[in-house]
């Protein structure tokens, strides 16, 4: 399974970027969908989840209110649209599919992980 992620570049703060995870290989079938992002220096931290009918997902307490993260019908395509952006948002992210993670959060649960984008946030 290859997960690609897409969409992350530079903007201004107080802007909006939507992120893309494009499933390839093996259909993944029951997987839960997750980003996460890691800031250097720092540890890689869960931003959101979704599980594989779309009809649950979760977000990291603090990110809530400002991202979103959803699926296209085809349930291949994760979507993450961040909105309000701030310089600590600034990161890499990353999608990652897991079969049957204990918690959305939990990154040791996922099985797939995707090369990243980069997302800076300044002015």
């Known amino acids: 399974v290859q997960l690609q992620a897409s969409g992350g570049g530079l903007v201004q703060p107080g802007g909006s970027l939507r992120l893309s995870c494009a499933a390839a290989?093996?259909?993944?079938?029951?997987?839960?969908m997750g980003w996460f992002r890691q800031a250097p220096g720092k540890e890689r931290e869960f931003v959101a989840g979704?599980?594989?009918?779309?009809?649950?997902?979760g977000y990291a307490d603090s990110l809530e209110g400002r991202f979103t993260i959803s699926k296209d019908s085809a349930r291949t395509t994760v979507y993450l649209q961040m909105n309000s952006l701030q310089p600590e948002d600034t990161a890499v992210y990353y999608c990652?599919?897991?079969?049957?993670?204990?918690?959305?959060?939990?990154?040791?649960?996922?099985?797939?992980w995707g090369q990243g984008t980069q997302v800076t946030v300044s002015s």
């Open positions: 990652a599919a897991g079969r049957n993670p204990r918690t959305f959060a939990t990154l040791g649960g996922y099985d797939y």
């Open positions: 979704i599980n594989w009918s779309g009809t649950r997902s």
């Open positions: 290989g093996r259909l993944i079938v029951n997987y839960v």
